[in-house]
């Protein structure tokens, strides 16, 4: 069965007769990407019982004739957006009709949306749903992208010394990732020593020095998929504490990754890892979920949060990644990428987890 025919009995099933996706600025590009393989930042999908059309303008003809099978509807200067979807649906005799809600704004959804004259009906988990679950296609997609990232950081792994600042660091890794054909996932996060401790840092002018942990959370984004790898460094010899936190979070990683597998609730496994970390007295300074979804976004749906209370299915791609974090000193964090089978989990991710010294 194709994407869009089991998109179609979704929505059969949510008993709705169409749907509508807004990508705008690419606000929604990945699932419109996933659904209808075109990959530009301005189209709007509107599915209905008798076919599936794709709305966007003079930038993207060409393109999305190369890129979708869905059938063309040109936006021109002095369209009305809410007339072409409305005049589809009502075309086609699409009345009760899906949407994302969670993708639009308030403002979007009152000057468009609340006038196509339809019955909507909120449907975010449709597309959600189906995303997660990943095909060998996508896993071997995202294998791409875990390479070029672990490759591009083995290199810039040599430019590192003390002296070095964080933001050039930064930049080296970059330039590999995009030198190998890949681009950025997300915003490349470097810290060092007391820096290390921010959860979500952004490269600083900091200079490394002996004695420093140094984290890098990074990916690449191929072909429309993503990576996202954590690692965690010493600058020269670790302190005793250092060293204690530091296997802390191997072994809840550790440990989360044997307990994981299909089937297992997502908060249940962030408690395994959680709870080794509250034992070893550092519970208050792990903040974060274990771990995200990881697909076309890097956050491609529902993870290993301690607010979710659903089974993880067979083929979702998800990190693992706890991590510690003492503020004016250092944090530590290691993060893998895992697909989720039936009995167990694949590491897609190779890098060294012990203690790497620079």
Known sequence: MSRIELFREKLKECNLEGFVLYNMEASNR????????????????????????????????????????FKLIPYRNGDELKDIIRTTLARDGASRVGFEEETISVGFYNRVFSQLGVELKPADDLLKDMRMVKT???????????????????????????????????????????????NLAFETIVGSGPRSAIVHGRPSERKLREGDFLLIDYGARVNGYNSDITRTYCIGDPTEEMARVYATVLKAQTEAKNAAKAGVVGSRLHEVAASIIGEAGYGEFFGHGLGHSLGMDTHDGPGLSPKNNDPIPAGAVITIEPGIYLPGKFGVRIEDDCYFCENEIEVLTNLDRELKIL
């Open 30 to 69: 990945s699932s419109s990407w996933y659904l209808s393989g075109f990959s530009g930042s301005f189209s709007v999908l509107i599915v209905t019982p008798k076919d599936e059309y794709i709305v966007t303008d003079s930038r993207y003809f060409t393109q999305a004739e190369m890129e979708t099978k």
């Open 136 to 182: 060998p296609e996508e896993v071997e997609k995202i294998k791409l992208a875990v390479k070029i990232a672990e490759d591009a950081l083995t290199e810039t792994l040599n430019f590192v010394k003390p002296g070095r600042s964080e933001e050039e660091i930064c930049a080296s890794l970059e330039y590999e990732i995009r030198k190998r054909g890949g």
